[in-house]
């Protein structure tokens, strides 16, 4: 079949990309590998969900039902239980081979979006020593235990990162009935957001032990203990640390964007956001009609950004634009999406989406246009968990420049 754009993932990404590109007259498919669409807000029982976007508190399935009645209410075409094997250029568009138990598929689009997720870390990816016993799970393996299985995968439970889904996992763990013993953190700071820390570990009296790793895990069928040690600087553990008893280790130590499709596709990774470099519609600087949104561009944290950079990629699918795409020069954020600005076609709000590397009490962001200071917007407590968003209104013809500072 001919699409005027595929959507690879039926997350909230993909769904209000489809959404939008369907509004302005594209014929859409979404492709979605597991059996319902919805993405990982499936699993997200817990609230919080849509305070920006709708002004209300949702939980993850009230957030994604949304999206989904809205997929259904324009009609667009969706497969489920399909996975996405291949992908490669054809002229004027792309190929998309998908597998599902109907067999084998193949269809072609204009356009492309790349609404695949991300991907947790593992414990395999930390370094923790020991035996390879039962009773070790991601955040997100836990969580679908708990929220989709129904089954407590432990009662005496340490957690090992302070993310936005371990503190959540705490909160969750302990009103099923598990003792957390404790959150442990490696970095002087925590990683997910203060609201989280207030309201998952604080209000359930969970202690948070920052400076503070797990070196080993004992047990040869489960889990029984693990040894937890005080990091230095360096994050090498000093001492010989203490052995806590537990039967269940929850590892929740980041995230990484999904983009073996992109790689296919033979575009290199942002080494800093490991998602593709766009302009400000979400469209690779490298590969015309090629759009990735959601966290599969960048680890987002919260679920109303992923929705408004889906927005803007699904309506520029719809339109035909020359593109003279200028590499955004940074200093001072840890990171900047989007990479690049296509100056012949900046519009009436072009957003940026920035993490600063430091905790500062005031910071400065500069917008410079072709040299010269066209904006300047103030932030207070930014911290490197909190996405900071800026949009603004300008105008450039060959250079844009965006700085991040302290200001004092
Ligand atoms: C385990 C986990 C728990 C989270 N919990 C929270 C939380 O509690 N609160 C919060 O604010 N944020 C949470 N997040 C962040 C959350 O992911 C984002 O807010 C938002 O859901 C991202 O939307 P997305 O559409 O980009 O990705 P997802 O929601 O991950 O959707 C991506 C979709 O793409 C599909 N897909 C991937 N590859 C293919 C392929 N090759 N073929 C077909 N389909 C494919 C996947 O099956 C998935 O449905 C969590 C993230 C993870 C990983």
Known sequence: MNYGVIVIGGGPAGLKAACSAAEKGLKVLIIEREARLGGILKQCVHDGFGVIRFGEKLTGPEYAYRDVSEVKRLGIEYLTGTFVTDIYAKEGGY???????????????????????????????????????????????????????????????????????????ARRLTLEGAKVIGVYEAKPSPSGLQRNIRQCLDDFGIPLHLQTTVTDVYGQKRVEAVRVSRVDEAMNPVGEGEIVECDLLVVSVGLIPENELAEKLGLTLDPATKGIAVDQYMMSAEKEGVYAVGNALHVHDLVDYVSEGAALAGEDAARDRKRNPVKVDVSGPAYVVPQ??????????????????????????????DGELVAEKRFRNVKPPEMIRASFKFTAEDSVTLRLEEDV
């Open 95 to 169: 190929v998309v081979e998908t597998t599902s138990a109907k067999g084998l598929r193949s269809d072609f689009s204009e356009k492309i979006v790349l609404a695949t997720g991300c991907r947790e870390r593992t414990p395999r990816q930390v370094n923790i020593h020991g035996t390879r016993p039962a009773g070790v799970l991601t955040a997100g393996a836990c969580q679908n235990f708990v929220n989709l299985k129904g089954l407590l995968p432990g009662k005496r439970v340490v957690i090992l990162g302070s993310g936005d889904i371990g503190l959540i996992m």
């Open 340 to 369: 690049y600005i296509d100056v012949s076609a900046i519009g009436e709000k072009t957003v940026f989406y920035l993490r600063s590397p430091r905790e500062m009490a005031r910071a400065k962001l500069m917008l410079y246009a």
